[in-house]
T-cell receptor, first 112, second 115 residues
Framework: RKEVEQDPGPFNVPEGATVAFNCTYS??????FFWYRQDCRKEPKLLMS???SGNEDGRFTAQLNRASQYISLLIRDSKLSDSATYLCVASNYGGSQGNLIFGKGTKLSVKP | DGGITQSPKYLFRKEGQNVTLSCEQN?????MYWYRQDPGQGLRLIYY???????QKGDIAEGYSVSREKKESFPLTVTSAQKNPTAFYLC??????????????FGDGTRLSIL
């Protein structure tokens, strides 16, 4: 079975801290990767796509390591509003069960 | 505004009853998906449709049915055969399906509970 594995946390960090999450994926044929953010009792929202060369969006940086099959998300200068669950997602390339595999999420809590 | 609309936001089901959850999108997306999320758990795929008039079972299709008669609509019926229907149901869409290159965008969900 193709899986995406994440540390569930919670990660409890003070405001202004830098925090990093990793996740691993089992399908070596996966082509596309994403990070989603999900607030409590809300729908997941796309945070950013993850590109092979790595990409940055403001305080957020995503990296992909294909050789080791892991994806990372770095959040700099954490804000209280960053508190949420972060879902790691990989494409199920060639799979018959939909096209994206979601991890169970890593919970982040940013404290004052 | 373009987006995905799910209704109702909250739904209660009596034992033996079938209920239908609505999902409508005006993003002109070809692919649509239904997921179920239980507390503290990840998203599990129920059904997906890559194109109108076609749909496929996901990981947990038993006790559910769908239709895709129109591009913009993908309703999910929770049948009486689904013995544990209490969950948060999420509908999503993407520009295309199957290639896995496109992110999915979600509606704001329907919470289903048993009376």
């Amino acid at each position: 079975r193709k899986e995406v594995e994440q540390d569930p946390g919670p990660f409890n960090v003070p405001e202004g801290a830098t925090v990093a999450f990793n996740c691993t994926y089992s399908n070596s044929a996966s082509q596309s990767f994403f990070w989603y953010r999900q607030d409590c009792r809300k729908e997941p929202k796309l945070l950013m796509s993850v590109y092979s060369s790595g990409n940055e969006d403001g305080r957020f940086t995503a990296q992909l390591n294909r050789a080791s099959q892991y994806i990372s998300l770095l959040i700099r200068d954490s804000k209280l509003s960053d508190s949420a669950t972060y879902l790691c997602v990989a494409s199920n390339y060639g799979g018959s069960q939909g096209n994206l595999i979601f991890g169970k999420g890593t919970k982040l809590s940013v404290k004052p | 505004d373009g987006g995905i609309t799910q209704s109702p936001k909250y739904l209660f089901r009596k034992e033996g009853q079938n209920v239908t959850l609505s999902c409508e999108q005006n993003l002109n997306h070809d692919a649509m998906y239904w997921y179920r999320q239980d507390p503290g758990q990840g998203l599990r795929l129920i059904y997906y449709s890559q194109i109108v008039n076609d749909f496929q079972k996901g990981d947990i299709a038993e006790g559910y049915s769908v239709s895709r008669e129109k591009k913009e609509s993908f309703p999910l019926t929770v049948t009486s055969a689904q013995k544990n229907p209490t969950a948060f149901y999420l509908c999503a869409s993407s520009i295309t399906g199957g290639s896995g290159n496109q992110p999915q965008h979600f509606g704001d969900g329907t919470r289903l509970s048993i009376l």
